[in-house]
Every structure is written in C-alpha cells, then in structure tokens.
C-alpha cells in the first residue's frame, strides 16, 4: 500500500506477503538474468500497480526491451479493494483515474500487457456467494469500461486485454455453472452495451485460484483433497489458468513440500484426467444447465440494481457490496456454528491427536537488508533529479493528464515507490470508509 520498507507503517510487515520491492534497483534484481522480452509476468499488485508497471517497463528498458515486447498482467482491480480486500490508499475516483491512465497508455504502448484483471476472488473470500461474485465483478467491469470509453478509447481497443480472476470453492457443480454463467452475461453485456465488433472483446479470460478461506487449520491434509475437487472444477468451467492453493495455507505462508503437493495436483488433473480434452464438457447436463439458467436470473437482477444506482462506484460509496457481503458472511457463520453446514474436521469428524505441522517461517532480517537497500540508494542516486521529476509528477497530478509517463520518469531517477506514493497521498488525499453491516 505503497510504503518503503523503512517507513514504521511497515515495520514487521516487509517480505511476509510478497517481494520487497521499493525502487527500480529492486526490480532489475528481482529480474537479473530473466528475459523479460521472452516471458510473462504477473503481478499481484492494486493500489500501487501504477508504480510497478513503470518500474517493469523502466527494467526492460535496462535489458534493451521495448514495451511493446512486454507481456503479462497487473491485478489492479481497485473497485475490489474498497469492497473487500481493503489495501487501497487513495479515495475511488482519483483510483478510477489512474487505472484508467495505465489501460490507455498500455493500449497505445504496452500492447501485450493486460493492465488489469478484474477480480471476483477477493469478495468471495470475504464471505460473498457465487452469484454475488459474478454479479459484483461484471458491475466492475462495467465501471472499468465506461470509464475508459469516457475518456474517449474505442471499446474494442482495449477490450480485448482485460482480464479475469475469480475463486473456486468445494460447491462444485455450482461453480462450474457460475464460470458459464460470468462468460455467457459478459459476452451479452460487451456486445449489446458497449456495441463491441471485435470477438476477442466478448472473451471472458479468466484465471481461477482455488479458495483458501475454504482451507482449515484443522487436519491439513484434508485440504489436498478439497484443493484437488476446486481444481477440476474450476477446469471443467473454462479457466484459462489456475492456481492451487498448498495445505497449509491457513496456517502460514506454504512451506515447499507443500507447494509441490499443489503443483502436483494441478499437474494430475492437467494430464491424468482427461477433463482438459474439450471445451464446455459438462454443457447438456439437466442440473449443470439449470443451475446456470438460474445463477444467470439471480446475476441478472444484482447487475439491474446495481445500475440503478449509479454503477459500482456509487455502490461502493453508499456501502451497499460491503453490506451484502458481511450479511452473507454472518450467515454463513452462523450455518457452520450451528452445524448446518459441515466443515471436516472443524465442527464435524474432528480429531483431538493432530500433530503440530512444520510451518513457514520469514527471515526477520530481511527488513534489515531492505532499509540498508534504501540508505544506499538515496545516498548515491541524483537526489535532485529524483526531486525535480517527483515535482513534474505531482504537477501533472493536479491538471488532467495521464500520470504513467510521469511515474516513468519517476522510477527512472530511482525515486522509490514510498516517494511516488506520498506524492499521489499529498494530491489525491487517504480513503476514510464509512462504517457498514
């Protein structure tokens, strides 16, 4: 959320959820000896994604790589932030207009990259059902479109690199029903709303990460299985791409050995199954196609009352997502308290002689490091240089110009993402949320 790691709002925090990256000297480490001009990356990055997107275009530039040659993926699905992850740092317009600034300068000169991935994961984590996943991701993309044809794009321009992500749970026919429902509404809504010509804009690409609020500290183990029936879900819904989550993950960050299990399961059900051999292979089951017929009414009716009120951006300030997802997951609480809905080996099947699980544990020194990073590079980058382009930075902040070449020039004079961050909080201001249930 757009700290150094020598700020005290990062203390005990650097490294636990991901790669410390401050500055462009960070990046080029991170990718030393890694073509970028021969890979794709994706970067699970929202409130800053601006900065880093700059810092992997400012990186291939060091290895002789043009963006146009980059390929890969920024989340950057602030909408979702507001409404379940919270790890934003400005107010939702000024957010709106920097994601807005990255798909129109990605358009024009990052071709390959898909700028964001607009994500239904986070809110299902956060206690969501599966129609109100579909239904407050496609409201999402709604607002993510309009806002770029607002600013004067042509819809099949950068229609076709948006991207997906949503959750998969153990509901497995419901699931596999909720990925043809997302495709199905998104192709009528690019085609008959937006008027979009071109069939790649229709394509809902999607990547799918199996849920890991559905995994227990509880008897670990049985989470390889319920990893492994949220996979071949996901698989038979059309997923471009899937993620497993490891066992332990509800206890820590995942130790190798279970990183491998994970793979492994991705790789069995990949190879072994033979459920990847055709497209849509549950379509023409009575229940599969009525669960979709229905998910797509209930989907439908949220859409309609979301655009009643103004789109998601009103919805996201009134506290109305916020509110249904928190009903949702008091209930669903409540079922699980009250054993309606059976969790194994948590309020059913328990076992009192568990064995302590070996866990994950983050080296403490390496915010030490990362500070001694930082020191150095202030004390030999051209201070005043990083100054003057911070300034130019912030003047533009002020006046309706898009802000990605101007964060370029930033990361470029090795200003670090705290710096461009603290610049935006000076302009843009910190998001208050009002309280909601």
Not at 29 to 54: D, E, Q
Not at 412 to 434: C, D, H, M, W
């Amino acid at each position: 959320i757009g700290y150094d790691a020598d700020d005290p709002h990062a203390e005990g925090e650097v490294g636990k959820v991901g790669v410390s990256i401050t500055s462009l000297k960070d990046m080029m480490t991170c990718f030393n000896g890694i073509p970028l001009g021969k890979v794709s990356t994706s970067m699970t990055i929202n409130s800053t994604a601006s900065t880093l997107l700059s810092l992997y275009i400012a990186t291939g530039e060091s290895q002789g790589v043009k963006s146009g040659q980059l390929r890969g993926t920024t989340q950057n699905d602030i909408l979702k932030e507001y409404i379940a992850r919270n790890t934003y740092i400005y107010p939702p317009r000024p957010s709106m207009r920097l994601i807005g600034d990255m798909i129109e300068y990605c358009s024009k000169k990052v071709p390959q990259w898909y700028p964001v991935s607009i994500s239904g994961y986070h809110m299902r984590e956060a206690g969501c059902n599966a129609i109100q996943e579909v239904a407050f991701t496609l409201a999402n993309a709604i607002e993510y479109i309009q806002t770029c044809i607002d600013r004067g794009l042509k819809i099949d321009k950068f229609a076709p690199r948006l991207s997906f992500f949503f959750c998969c749970t153990s509901e497995f026919l419901e699931e596999i029903a909720k990925f043809r429902v997302a495709r199905r509404i998104y192709a009528k809504i690019l085609k008959e709303r937006f008027h979009a010509r071109d069939p790649k804009s229709l394509q809902l690409k999607f990547h799918v990460q199996t849920s890991g609020e559905s995994l227990t500290a509880q008897q670990p183990d049985n989470n390889i299985v319920r990893v492994a029936i949220q996979s071949m879900a996901a698989v038979l819904g059309g997923c471009q791409s899937l993620h497993t989550n490891s066992k332990d993950e509800a206890l820590a960050l995942p130790t190798e050995a279970a990183v491998k299990i994970a793979l492994r399961t991705q790789q069995v059900v990949g190879h072994e199954s033979g459920i990847t051999k055709t497209a849509d292979p549950m379509a023409g089951s009575y229940y599969v196609e009525y669960l979709t017929d229905t998910i797509e009414d209930e989907v439908n009716k949220y859409l309609k009352k979301i655009d009643k009120m103004g789109g998601s951006l009103a919805g996201i300030e009134r506290g109305f997502f916020q509110s249904e997802i928190r009903q949702n997951a008091y209930r669903l609480k409540q079922e699980i308290d009250r054993g309606e809905r059976i969790i194994v080996g948590v309020n059913k099947f328990t076992d009192t002689t568990e064995q302590k699980q070996e866990i994950m544990k983050i080296d403490s020194s390496i915010q030490d490091k990362q500070m001694r990073n930082l020191r150095e590079l202030r004390n030999t980058r051209d201070n005043k240089k990083a100054e003057n382009a911070l300034s130019k930075m912030k003047s533009a902040s002020e006046k309706d110009e898009n802000l990605i070449p101007y964060i370029l020039e930033s990361v470029r004079s090795y200003a670090t993402l705290g710096e461009i961050s603290n610049t935006f909080r000076e302009v843009f201001g910190i998001y208050q949320p009002k309280e909601t249930f």
